[in-house]
Structures are given as C-alpha cells and as structure tokens.
C-alpha cells in the first residue's frame, strides 16, 4: 500500500511539472508570434537606411576611411532565462574559437544565463541584462549603447566602432557571427538620381549621425533575432521535456497498477479464507461437533 501510495504522488507530482512546462511552451509560442510582427517592421527599417545610405555616398563618396583604423568590440546575445537547451554554451564556444585570430578586443555579455557562463573571465568588458519579452528590449538596447559609450578614450579615439555580434537566428541552430561596420561604398558610381540628396547638414556629419542610427536599427534587429530565436529553443526544449514526462508518467502508472492487482489479488485470498473458516464453523455448529485440534494441548494429554 504504501509503494502504491508513493507512486501516485509522485505521479501527481509529476503531472503538475508538465502542466507548468506546458504553460511555459504557449507562453513562449505567443512570444514568438509577437516577435515576428516587430521583427518584420525593424527589417524594413534596416533597409530603408540602407537605401538612404547608399543613395548619398553615390555622390559623396570617399567619407569612412579605411577598415584597419576601427576598434573592434565583441558582443554576445545569451539569455537572461533558462530552459533554452544549450544556447548560452553554444556562443562561448564559438566567441573562443573566433577570439583565437581576433584578440585584444573589448567584450560586452548580454543576458543573465550567458554571464554565469563567462564569470571570471578577464577578458569581459562589462555584463548587461538581457531581455524577457519584446518589451525589455529598448530598454535592454539604451544600458548597452550606455556601456558601449562608455569605452575608454583611447579606443574612442582608435576610430569608428566595428562591432561583432555572437548571436543566433530564428530557424537555425549554429551561432550567426554578424560584423556590423559602417556603409560600403557603393559598387557602381552612377547615380540612379541625377541631383544629389538635399541635406541640411554638411556631408560627414550627416553621414555619421546616419552610420549612428544604423547600428541602433541594426542592433534592434538583432535583439529580436535573437530573442525569437531563444523562444523557439525554448518551445523545443519544453516540448521534449513534456514527452519525457510523459514517458515517465506512464511507466509509473503502470506500476501502480500492478501493485494495485497484487493488493486486489490479497484481498481477494484474504476473503476467501475467512469465508471458508467462519462456513466450517457455522457447519459444526448445526452438527452439534466442535473441531478438535490435531494436535491437543499437554495439559489435556
């Protein structure tokens, strides 16, 4: 009775596990509806910039010098729960195999899970909380331009910000490495436009207030990337999770079926016994006989 009794709390116990994961997994399936609504209007964004970018350095071009003069940043986009399967310990390994040709640069951790991974490394530069749901984000984004301006003044004064980016996408399950750098100049020199763009700026600092407001679209995008990308980890881990449970649960239900047939089968033998001892009784009674033991007491002997 009590093996039985055991099992079926822990049945119980495991039945509000699942109903819990379940939760988790639909909560994070209509995050990843919301996110792709956002993500779809960033993307538009990002090339709306992009178009405006190439349009302009089209007639002015020759304004970025060359790519040896950035300073090189790391960031990495982890998450701030858990329940993601390994996505967290995939971009440590892939930041240490990239960092083997590219050392020296400045390292930012993003997201809570990610910077227990990387705590005591000398070589991160600052930690910053990651986001939950898409509404975290902007706030997320202003705390890491906060600790990205606050570099020191010789690498500001090392030349533009070439920032690379260990993050994963929706849909795909290796790390993305994405190097977010200034405007390329155009390929082809002629101007689909036969005037210039009318500014009410001079060329270069127009031209970097522009490269200002295309890394911060760029990393909004990213941000949800890689946010969308963990809830869908999340979904998958959840899910396997619940089948596990499910597998476990049924195993235990099966044995607590067992146990319950062999308490079934004792009680059962139990009343047939005293079925048949108190019906002999009853029997000698109607007879006027008492049963005699086999084997009488020394006393009466």
Not at 99 to 125: C, F, M, N, S, Y
Not at 177 to 182: E, F, Q
Not at 285 to 290: F, K, L, P, Q, V
Request: with cysteine.
């Amino acid at each position: 009775m009590s093996r039985r009794r055991d099992l079926e709390t822990r049945i119980h116990s495991l039945n509000d596990i699942r109903e819990i994961m379940n939760a988790m997994k639909n909560l994070s399936l209509m995050e990843t509806h919301r996110l792709a609504r956002f993500l779809d209007t960033q993307r538009r964004v990002v090339a709306s910039i992009e178009s405006a970018a190439d349009d302009f350095l089209r007639f002015h071009p020759g304004l970025f010098g060359s790519e040896s003069d950035c300073r090189d940043v790391h960031l990495l986009v982890g998450s701030e729960r858990g329940f993601c399967g390994d996505f967290n310990e995939s971009l440590v390994r892939a930041l240490y195999r990239y960092r083997e040709a590219a050392q020296g640069a400045a390292l930012i951790a993003v997201g809570g899970k990610l910077a227990a991974k990387l705590a005591g490394d000398p070589r991160v530069t600052d930690f910053v909380s990651g986001p939950s749901v898409v509404e975290e984000v902007d706030p997320v984004l202003s705390r890491l331009l906060d600790r990205m301006n606050r570099l020191s003044p010789a690498d500001v004064r090392a030349g533009p910000l070439r920032l690379t980016v260990f993050h994963h996408d929706p849909g795909k399950d290796g790390v993305e490495i994405s190097v977010l750098k200034p405007f390329r100049e155009p390929e082809s020199r002629a101007a689909p436009l036969a005037w210039p763009p009318l500014l009410t700026l001079r060329p270069r600092p127009f031209l970097i207030g522009l490269a200002e407001q295309y890394l911060v679209a760029l990393l909004h995008e990213l941000l949800y990337r890689s946010l969308m990308a963990e809830n869908q980890r999340r979904m998958q881990h959840m899910d396997s999770a619940v089948r596990r449970l499910e597998r476990t649960s049924a195993d235990l239900l099966r044995g607590r079926n067992v146990l319950r047939q062999e308490e079934i089968t004792e009680e059962i033998e139990v009343i047939m016994l005293s079925v048949g001892v108190s019906g002999e009784v009853r029997a000698n009674r109607r007879t006027g006989r008492w049963i005699q033991p086999a084997h009488p007491p020394d006393a009466l002997c």
